[in-house]
């Protein structure tokens, strides 16, 4: 007999404090699905992985007592995991070693794994990168703000000297800076001028990225889950502390419910299928005269803040799609207002 998907085991990998999964699980197990949520720094101490085809096929992760087949799962939501935790008395030698055999194995297990991923951490690896996104979002017909990358000092003082309208400095990954025993801090993107001429020799210490700033009328944080798009109208130009990037309040100023135009759906499931998405949360800058700019995709984004504000179902939308399993096709999109 045949197992339906809602038969099967929904793997979670997060880490332990995360309140975002929490709604999920608690929608999952109110429908009666059998889940085992994880963190991968479990990982040698409670967490095993096997993989044999001595005595049978057998592919498993133990526990704590808990056993996942993860040849019978319906879906795995590779969330937030952080990273392995070694054993204290390893020398550091020897746990970088460990941590390197492990990224393979785990890898490889995690990779053979055929169920629904939201999303498999190796397609995140590659979607995330964010020189990538802006060149397929480019090739796929998306305007995107012209891009300067660079380490190359003399080439950012011919930029911002040059320029006749703002450029602004934004960080490719997520702007965090982890200072020892103080709160992480955030770099929000940022219009730059004569400040950035006077420090440019700072640039040659990594890559840099700077853009033309794009006049505004609104923005749109799009939350995919699948074949579902929550799209929604950020009216950050209300706010001085909104305008050049929204992340600079908790809370912010929306703007009413509009359906992303089909020409805009088309070209995003252009580019979710060059980066291989089941979850996305996607940036668009919408100009006073009504294009679509593309800012960035993270394949991990935060959604649920648009649940608790706007009352949108998320949490029951992500249950649906790990319990439908895979593998997953893209197919007609559904657009969810507030």
Same mark, same amino acid.
């Given at each position: ?46 967490? !095993? ?28 939501? +590779? ?8 054993? @204290? ?32 951490? *190796?397609? *995140? ?6 020189? +990538? ?21 003399? @080439? ?11 450029? $602004? ?19 929000? !993107? ?22 033309? +700033?794009?006049?505004?009328?609104? @923005? ?57 998405? $089941? ?9 006073? *005269? ?5 800012? @960035? ?40 207002? +507030?």
């Amino acid at each position: 007999m045949t197992t339906s998907p809602s038969d099967r085991g929904i793997l979670i990998f997060t880490q332990d404090f995360d309140p975002t999964v929490d709604p999920v699980v608690r929608t999952l197990t109110a429908r009666g699905a059998d889940i085992v949520r994880v963190d991968l720094s479990y990982f040698p101490q409670t967490l !095993t992985f096997t993989t044999s085809d001595f005595d049978g096929e057998r592919r498993r992760l133990l526990h704590r007592g808990r056993e996942v087949d993860l040849d019978r799962l319906s879906g795995v939501w +590779y969330r937030r995991p952080t990273a392995f935790r070694f054993h @204290e008395q390893m020398s550091e030698a020897e746990q970088q070693f460990a941590r390197n055999e492990a990224l393979h194995g785990i890898g490889g297990i995690l990779r053979s794994t055929d169920c629904l991923w939201v999303n498999r951490p *190796d397609v *995140d690896a590659v979607a995330e990168l964010k020189p +990538y996104q802006l060149q397929l979002a480019k090739q796929v017909g998306m305007r995107v703000p012209r891009t300067l990358l660079t380490n190359d000092p003399d @080439e950012v003082r011919a930029l911002v000297g040059a320029a006749d309208k703002p450029v $602004v400095y934004k960080a490719l990954t997520g702007g965090v800076i982890h200072y020892p025993g103080a709160f992480p801090s955030g770099l929000y !993107t940022t219009v730059v001028g004569d400040e950035v001429l006077a420090n440019a020799d700072r640039v040659q210490h990594t890559i840099c990225m700077f853009q033309e +700033y794009i006049e505004k009328a609104y @923005e749109v944080r799009l939350t995919v889950v699948g074949n579902t798009w929550f799209p929604v109208v950020i009216d950050s130009q209300a706010l001085p502390t909104t305008s050049v990037d929204w992340r600079g309040e908790n809370h912010l100023p929306y703007g009413p419910y509009k359906p992303l135009p089909d020409e805009v759906v088309a070209k995003t499931q252009r580019l979710l299928d060059h980066l291989g998405l $089941v979850y996305a949360a996607i940036d668009f800058i919408v100009t006073p *005269d009504g294009e679509y700019v593309f800012l @960035e995709v993270n394949p991990g984004g935060q959604f649920m803040w648009l649940q608790h504000d706007l009352g949108l179902p998320m949490d029951e939308t992500i249950a649906d799609l790990l319990l439908a399993g895979g593998p997953f096709r893209r197919g007609e999109v559904t657009q969810v207002g +507030y």
